[in-house]
């Protein structure tokens, strides 16, 4: 093995985006792209914490089969919050608005994206959906389950599901602005040279996810609006005492929400693709690949939605259709960890903290991926759909690989984004932590949903004390 | 510490041994490259630790005979997965002909059951070992499941819609079965306990508890007629309605020539939606009936016309006579 030459200067420059300019003003107005990543990453920040309290306060409630903390009811809230401020708040924004937002021009040599000022728009649409949700969360609170499924949240919920679903109709914009923003940027504004194959994988992570973000938005937010109208005007869209179908909301808002999995989970891909090459020091293994996988789940994922329907009394043929390309849509993630794993070979690999969160990465996402295929399967999904191995599965793909995947991103791009150095040793000691902290949580959960452990329970029965 | 946790519940039905072999198939597959991957990642993390500040890995850039090789195998054995799911999936959702039919209703948040004999039952679910038994499953108000653990079943109960789940016990016992979907405040609690029972006994308890049951063919003919539906429905087809007689499990034609099986969905939907699906020759004079019979009084109106299945002289009072032999 060779040696790099060690030229790289230390020296930072005397004004940069962090010092031109001071005063609120100059932060709440601004259209660098830079500065609105950290508008962003201060705001999804805000939404983890609300979030997580939400899960602290049900893994306490949980910790007696008859529940130890709250109310059914309460309970209820509990879990629909979490997931609310979980997935439309930190999720599917974090790492594309806060990282994607600060690296995408850099990475492709332009000055900034492509609409500065819409930029700037998203991040207020952000705010003003954020504000309605947590105007819900605070006058009622929410219980109909993240999913909002009909009529249960159309006629039958006492919570404050209408500003909840205002807020998550606004907030939508906030994401397909983001895309279009993307997509343009990459498109028109890639620097001479820096043609499509050369496109560092983070790029091509982002290019894919904004595909959804512009397709997949529109879709969940007419249904929720449509779930809304028939709550606030009694139309008959869902209701079947109206004349509607309970299981068309199903439908659209599966279309959008199998899509918003990967809008979660490929920017992270992205990361995990930059941070890998980087501490093996060697070129990543099958960069093409990598790429056109992106891609390919983004595309797939689009006709995958009816797999979380197979008990609802779909067709057998819809279900056999969706269960086969369930499976299709696993092997270009299957691709990934494979390219990944080979780019270790023969490196020159360091442990420094963005490398172990990657590879707490591949470890979670590899069993996170894998038991896709248990509940892919028609035969087995009869028995696991709805139970704990369904929230095994998707926390192992959202927080072993989302979470993972965006604070690993974090602390590879800290010193860049701040000019300063974390310390080294707390923070592979805190990801040590939660990658083990992580599978004593949700390994057992696998367990539990085999066993036939429903989910959304606020109790259980005394048997299964011990794995919960 | 002995662990008294269990890695499957009980296997009680028919399907229960395919679903835990196909569980283990997978789990063997997938156990496999999660701990070659595994191991790989741990190997190179080890054997490739940088030595010296200044080294650098080999750049390999890639290798299209390898990428070829991790697109086909586990395409593959996705493949294979995907074919032992299917097979399950098409017997569990193709009930066979002759089964024991059980109504059931969910509202929230209880389960009301109803033998065939009229019995009914809340959150218990008495069923014969060795038979094949099928829910006729409807909602009152939001979606719920019932799922049974054991028998590694369930399914959705939708509002507006019939769904029927079947299943054959195996062995004798007591079971949970759960609420699966969630459906408000009190979900958690939404559920009870299936009885697994031999069939003499079944029999016994079945005629032992049944003191005060109302037939459900009883409810329904007395609803027909109070609803005044044989004012319509002639059993010799005469009326303004089409003959029920013999209705149930054949193929019906419809005005615009298509043909539809009159099973127990096609009939809640004639009588909830009258002129979504019109018999031939006949015309759309059926007035709705939606919102005016709870989910109950619809099965025992189903039940009812099912009777005339095999019926052909039906009870006094009813104003039927015997006419369309089968």
Same mark, same amino acid.
């Given at each position: ?11 930072? %420059? ?9 005063? =609120? ?26 979030? +997580? ?7 306490? $409630? ?29 999720? *599917?924004?974090?790492?594309? !608005? ?21 930029? =700037? ?162 070129? *990543?293994?099958?960069?093409?690949? *990598? ?5 390919? *789940? ?106 993972? +995947? ?63 | ?26 789990? !063997? ?119 049974? %653990? ?36 009190? $979900? ?139």
């Amino acid at each position: 093995m060779s040696s790099i030459p060690s030229a790289v200067g230390n020296e930072l %420059p005397k004004e940069h985006y962090l010092n031109a300019t001071y005063g =609120l003003r100059s932060w709440l107005l601004t259209t660098d792209h830079k500065r609105i990543a950290l508008l962003y990453l201060a705001s999804v920040t805000f939404f983890f914490f609300i979030g +997580g309290a939400f899960a602290t306060m049900i893994r306490i $409630h949980l910790l007696a089969p008859e529940g130890y903390l709250v109310t059914p009811e309460t309970y209820n809230k509990l879990f629909t919050m979490h997931g609310v401020a979980m997935i439309f708040f930190f999720l *599917i924004p974090s790492i594309p !608005a806060v990282l994607g937002n600060f690296l995408i021009p850099l990475m492709i040599g332009a000055k900034d994206l492509a609409f500065p000022k819409i930029n =700037l728009l998203s991040w207020y649409i952000y705010l003003i959906g954020g504000c309605f949700v947590l105007y819900s969360f605070s006058t009622g609170g929410l219980d109909t389950g993240w999913t909002f499924y009909t009529p249960l949240s159309s006629v039958y919920s006492n919570s404050a599901v209408t500003p909840a679903v205002i807020g998550i109709f606004i907030n939508g914009f906030s994401s397909i602005l983001t895309g279009l923003n993307f997509i343009v940027t990459v498109h028109t504004m890639r620097a001479p040279g820096m043609t499509w194959f050369r496109l560092p994988l983070f790029v091509w992570a982002h290019y894919a996810t904004s595909l959804i973000f512009v397709l997949g938005t529109p879709v969940i937010a007419i249904t929720l609006l449509l779930a809304g109208l028939e709550r606030m005007f009694h139309l008959g869209f869902f209701n079947p005492a109206l004349g509607g179908d309970p299981i068309l909301f199903q439908h659209l808002f599966w279309f959008y929400s199998h899509p918003a999995v990967y809008i979660m989970i490929l920017p992270a891909m992205g990361v995990i693709s930059e941070i890998i090459p980087t501490f093996a020091r060697k070129p *990543i293994f099958g960069y093409s690949f *990598i790429a056109a996988s992106s891609i390919a *789940i983004a595309v797939i994922g689009f006709f995958v939605w009816a797999h979380h329907m197979f008990l609802t009394g779909e067709s057998s043929y819809a279900a056999l259709t969706f269960s086969l390309l369930s499976y299709l849509v696993a092997i270009p993630s299957a691709v990934k960890v494979f390219n990944w794993t080979s780019t270790l070979y023969k490196g020159s690999i360091s442990y420094d903290t963005p490398m172990l969160y990657a590879l707490g990465f591949i470890g979670l996402f590899l069993i996170g991926g894998l038991t896709g295929l248990f509940l892919a399967c028609l035969g087995l999904d009869i028995h696991i759909h709805d139970t704990y191995f369904v929230v095994a599965h998707f926390h192992y793909i959202m927080v072993g690989g989302a979470v993972m +995947g965006y604070v690993g991103g974090l602390h590879f791009w800290w010193p860049k984004i701040t000019g300063r150095m974390y310390p080294e040793a707390m923070a592979r000691i805190a990801a040590i932590i939660l990658f083990v902290g992580f599978n004593l949580t949700f390994f057992p959960q696998f367990i539990l949903g085999y066993l036939g452990m429903p989910r959304r329970y606020h109790s259980y029965p005394p048997e299964f004390q011990v794995l919960m | 510490m002995q662990s008294q946790i269990p890695l499957y519940p009980e296997q009680a039905s028919n399907i229960a041994p395919n679903v835990d072999a196909l569980m283990a198939y997978i789990t !063997a597959v997938c156990l496999f490259f999660a701990v070659a991957i595994t191991a790989a990642i741990v190997l190179f993390f080890f054997k490739y630790h940088r030595k010296k500040s200044g080294e650098i890995g080999v750049p390999i850039h890639g290798d299209s005979r390898l990428e070829a090789l991790w697109l086909v195998v586990p395409a593959v054995l996705a493949l294979t997965m995907f074919a032992g799911g299917a097979v399950i999936y098409v017997q569990f959702r193709r009930p066979p002909p002759d089964t024991l039919d059980i109504y059931v209703i969910g509202k929230q948040w209880m389960w009301k059951l109803q033998q065939p004999n009229g019995l009914k039952e809340i959150n218990e679910l008495h069923v014969p070992a060795g038979l094949d038994v099928k829910l006729i499953m409807a909602s009152e108000d939001v979606i719920h499941d019932f799922a049974v %653990p054991a028998f590694r079943t369930k399914m959705d109960v939708v509002p507006g819609h019939y769904n029927t789940l079947w299943f054959r016990p195996t062995k004798t016992g007591r079971y949970r079965f759960f609420c699966s979907q969630y459906c408000g405040t009190n $979900h958690a609690i939404m559920g009870g306990w299936v009885t697994v029972m031999e069939p003499p006994e079944y029999a016994a308890w079945l005629t032992g508890s049944s003191t005060n049951a109302t037939d459900p063919v009883v409810s329904g003919e007395k609803l027909f007629a109070e609803r005044t539906c044989s004012t319509c429905h002639y059993p010799d087809g005469k009326g303004r309605g089409p003959s029920l007689n013999g209705l149930y499990g054949k193929k019906v034609v419809l005005s615009d020539g298509s043909t539809v099986t009159a099973d127990e969905a096609y009939i809640r939907e004639s009588i909830l939606n009258p002129n979504a699906k019109i018999v031939a020759k006949y015309q759309a004079l059926m007035p709705s009936f939606q919102g005016q019979l709870s989910e109950e009084q619809l099965l025992n109106l189903i039940s009812y016309v099912k009777s005339l299945q095999t019926q052909s002289v039906s009870e006094a009072g009813s104003g039927f006579a015997a006419a369309g032999k089968k």
